[in-house]
């Protein structure tokens, strides 16, 4: 069945690093892909989305592209914030239109 | 509110009890789904929700849950002699689109606790 992998936390970065995510999937076919993120003490929310291949989802100066290829998502930052830190989830959907999640990374960033 | 409502939001009661949790969607989304997030892990889907018919149930781990949609507005999740193992936060979701690049919109859940 559909399956997504994703690099394990706790990762912890100094304000202004780079952020790179990993995450890899395997589908039938040709799902949607995004990245939600749970900020302490709140729901689930989507960041961005990238709906097919070669696409790139942005948002919050966060960036993923959608990579066929390798079966990739990857999550990047230029420079996080303290206001980053949170759990951040890489997720796709697929032919059954359920979302299925990765277990999650836990961002830290240190001021 | 306009966002995904879930009630309640704790819920904490003895092994053997039975509990329903509510959800009440985005008014006009057609999809609702269920998810369990345990401790340290991603949510895990349960069952999905398209109109008033479970669509997928694949998701349940056993005959002791149960979900219903009578109008095709609010779910309720039903879950029989609770177990200690089935504590873990319960989280609602919908969806606009009914094809797969839409995007679920999550209530804060309701987080179960079974002594």
């Known amino acids: 069945g559909d399956s997504v992998t994703q690099m394990e936390g706790p990762v912890t970065l100094s304000e202004e690093a780079f952020l790179t995510i990993n995450c890899t999937y395997t589908?039938?076919?040709?799902?949607?892909l995004f990245w939600y993120v749970q900020y302490p003490g709140e729901g689930l929310q989507l960041l961005l989305k990238?709906?097919?291949?070669?696409d790139k989802g942005s948002n919050k100066g966060f960036e993923a592209t959608y990579r066929k290829e390798t079966t990739s998502f990857h999550l990047e930052k230029g420079s996080v914030q303290v206001s980053d830190s949170a759990v951040y989830f890489c997720?796709?959907?697929?032919?059954?239109?359920?979302?299925?999640f990765g277990a999650g990374t836990i961002l830290r960033v240190k001021s | 509110g306009a966002g995904v409502s879930q009630t309640p939001s704790n819920k904490v009661t003895e092994k053997g009890k039975y509990v329903e949790l509510r959800c009440d969607p985005i008014?006009?989304?057609?999809?609702l789904y269920w998810y369990r997030q345990s401790l340290g892990q991603g949510p895990e889907f349960l069952i999905y929700?398209?109109?008033?018919?479970?669509?997928?149930d694949s998701g349940l781990p056993n005959d002791r849950f149960f979900a219903v949609r009578p109008e095709g507005s609010v779910s309720t999740l039903k879950i029989q002699r609770t177990e200690r193992g089935d504590s873990a936060v319960y989280l609602c979701?919908?969806?606009?689109?009914?094809?797969?690049?839409?995007?679920?919109?999550f209530g804060e859940g309701s987080r179960l606790t079974v002594l």
């Open positions: 979701a919908s969806s606009l689109e009914v094809g797969s690049t839409g995007e679920l919109f």
């Open positions: 589908a039938t076919g040709y799902p949607s």
């Open positions: 990238a709906t097919k291949a070669d």
């Open positions: 997720a796709l959907r697929g032919v059954g239109n359920k979302l299925v």
């Open positions: 008014s006009g989304h057609t999809a």
């Open positions: 929700f398209q109109g008033t018919g479970a669509a997928d």
